[in-house]
């Protein structure tokens, strides 16, 4: 059928708006995507630019040197040692197993290193480097290195790993590193990236974990090229970040390693050395002690057992967790409690027949045939302990408390170390709490002579002699400055408490450590400038008296003595407490006396400082002892305050 004209001019109409909406949409798209070429092109090009570079390079973390350690001598407590270790990257080795075997050839490797090693390489890429052995000496890094040829895929390389010089002496003080687990992890609260890099050591224990931001300082970071696959094909910056801040800590050295040998001696045992005029920690001794060291390298499964099976605890931080009954040490706050309260003067004597009744039962002084008539003086000098009973049911427990709690008894120091104990100084609301129960009498008597409820550290100790001999709320301190910053001295203000009761327990205290019948004159400094004022402590850990011969360690009492020297201008006061070992006089006092007499000697004492019938005993004791004498000079390193 022909088409009329009208039909064709129709459909050519048609066509022509067509072709126009068609030729309009194709033209818009084109300048959509000619709008977007230019955006992603021009505006946006510093964008797309990185995220190209970003396919190219890759940032990795890179752990900055870990702040040092110094006592207060600038003698290294902690520092960074370099690690020498032997790595592997499977792609250049080829057979793994052969390489390996090649290596035992030149350098003795451990079966369970290796065993390690190969399990690791099946779980990384084959060109990621694995270490097959670390804590090498430089002899084998340089066997390796010299035969580096004969051994595909194998090399060197150096690394930083913590180091405690000084071993075991600061074991409980400085604490130790080890690396961060999933544990650790899940109980921090921290999003430092650094905590991400595998084996990253952070602090476990002691100063080492209470400073651990402050010493691990801020990361660095490494650019790298890679190509497709993810291998590294060449560095391109490194940023080192920022070291660890350096801390100063206030203790001695010497007199550390002299504490800590001097206590060796005994079975189990802490002492505790404070500057009576700043609060500075000079010595903080345990033994048994431990070498820090085996857990940063990875302590075997046998040689912690020893530690944790041990019966004297050598993990332990007895100088500041161990909680122990004071004994006649706490003697000295009871009669500053019945003076303050003006229940109490010097002329004021009690008889003593060797105990007190109360109802039904008898307190019994530790000398059954009694000590007659006593007063303050004799009442420390020879420790009786009726007295106290006396004072007791007088004062009451509330104000015993009240008295030693401004000494330091009950209180919790905030000090940089792990799991420092505030003890247990007992009053009739405490026991309420704590008991559901109301005081009684009983209690007071046996609070009184430091047994029954009260319980305090070593730490403790050393802070009550020094606030009794100095006269100030002196704090102790640990830590003597952070990057060369000092420290402030805090608690130099007087206590609020009678000057002259404070001379009258001084003088009591004297009389225990220089009169011929005070129980600790065995113990006496011979050199007239450097006398002791000081006080033995015994104290039970079971109910029934019984000879400590005839039990065994575990059940026999404990041996307390705290002091101060020179009395007449006190520097240095000391607490000693030998677990378990009998008499304060006989076990505590002799350590506490030679540890004095090395802080106010700064060396190992002469032997004319002590009575000439026992010199020959002295000699012996130091013969005995493990100490290190030689310490070598040390850097602390600039400071960036």
Not at 335 to 348: F, I, K, T, Y
Request: aromatic share 8%.
């Amino acid at each position: 059928m022909r088409r009329t004209r009208n039909d064709t001019d129709f459909s050519v109409r048609t066509i022509g708006r067509r072709s126009m909406v068609l030729g309009g949409v194709q033209l818009g798209v084109a300048g959509l995507l000619g709008w977007r070429m230019r955006q992603m092109q021009v505006e946006q090009a510093d964008e797309y630019r990185l995220l190209a570079e970003e396919n190219r390079v890759n940032i990795r973390l890179l752990a900055p040197g870990r702040g040092m350690i110094f006592d207060r001598n600038g003698i290294s407590l902690a520092e960074n040692a370099q690690n020498y270790r032997i790595v592997i990257v499977r792609e250049e080795a080829g057979d793994v197993e052969k390489a390996i075997s090649d290596l035992r050839q030149l350098i003795q490797l451990d079966d369970i290193e290796v065993e390690r090693a190969l399990r690791e390489i099946e779980r990384r890429s084959p060109f990621v480097p694995v270490t097959i052995t670390d804590q090498r000496s430089w002899e084998d890094v340089a066997t390796v290195a010299v035969n580096a040829p004969a051994l595909p895929g194998i090399t060197p390389d150096v690394g930083l790993t913590r180091n405690y010089p000084l071993e075991q002496d600061y074991a409980h003080v400085v604490g130790y590193v080890g690396p961060v687990s999933d544990y650790d992890l899940s109980r921090l609260d921290d999003d430092d990236p650094l905590l991400q890099i595998p084996k990253f050591q952070i602090g476990k224990t002691g100063v080492e974990q209470k400073f651990d931001k402050m010493l691990r300082g801020k990361a660095g970071a490494l650019s790298i090229e890679v190509n497709a696959a993810g291998r590294v094909m060449r560095e391109l910056g490194r940023d080192e970040g920022q070291t660890g801040a350096n801390l100063q800590l206030t203790v001695e050295s010497r007199l550390q390693n002299f504490t800590e040998a001097r206590l060796a001696l005994g079975l189990s045992a802490a002492a505790v050395v404070m500057d009576v005029r700043n609060g500075d920690l000079l010595a903080v001794g345990n033994a048994p002690s431990f070498d820090a060291n085996k857990f940063v390298r990875g302590i075997s499964v046998p040689d912690y057992r020893d530690l944790t099976e041990n019966k004297y605890r050598p993990l332990a931080n007895k100088a500041v967790q161990g909680a122990y009954p004071p004994g006649s040490t706490f003697k000295m706050m009871v009669a500053m409690a019945a003076m303050e309260a003006g229940m109490l003067s010097s002329a004021d004597t009690f008889y003593c027949p060797g105990y007190t009744q109360l109802g039904n039962r008898r307190f019994h002084c530790w000398r059954r045939g009694g000590h007659g008539t006593v007063n303050l003086e004799k009442s420390l000098q020879q420790s009786c302990d009726v007295y106290y009973y006396e004072l007791a049911q007088r004062i009451g427990i509330d104000r015993i408390a009240e008295t030693a709690r401004k000494f330091g008894i009950g209180e919790r120091f905030d000090l940089p170390m792990s799991a420092v104990s505030a003890g247990v100084m007992p009053d009739k609301d405490w026991i309420r709490s704590a008991y559901d129960q109301e005081w009684r009498v009983g209690d007071s008597l046996n609070a009184s002579i430091g047994q029954g409820y009260v319980l305090s550290t070593p730490l403790q100790l050393a802070v009550m002699t020094a606030r009794l001999a100095s006269g100030t709320s002196i704090q102790p301190r640990l830590i003597k400055s952070i990057d060369g910053v000092e420290t402030p001295v805090v608690g130099a203000e007087p206590l609020d408490v009678n000057r002259n009761h404070l001379r009258l327990v001084r003088r009591g205290m004297f009389s225990v450590s220089n009169s011929r019948r005070g129980t600790a004159y065995r113990s006496r400094i011979a050199d007239d400038s450097m006398q002791i004022a000081g006080k033995t402590g015994t104290s039970q850990v079971r109910s029934v008296v019984v000879k400590n011969s005839e039990v065994p360690w575990e059940q026999r009492d404990h041996a307390l003595f705290v002091g101060f020297a020179p009395f007449d201008n006190p520097k240095y006061a000391v607490s000693v407490v030998v677990e378990h070992g009998g008499g304060g006089s006989a076990a505590a006092a002799p350590v506490a006396r030679d540890i004095l007499l090395f802080a106010l000697h700064g060396k190992l004492p002469p032997l004319d400082a002590y009575p000439a019938g026992q010199q020959g005993e002295i000699a012996e004791t130091f013969g005995q002892l493990d100490l290190r004498q030689d310490f070598g000079p040390s850097e602390t390193g600039r400071s960036r305050a």
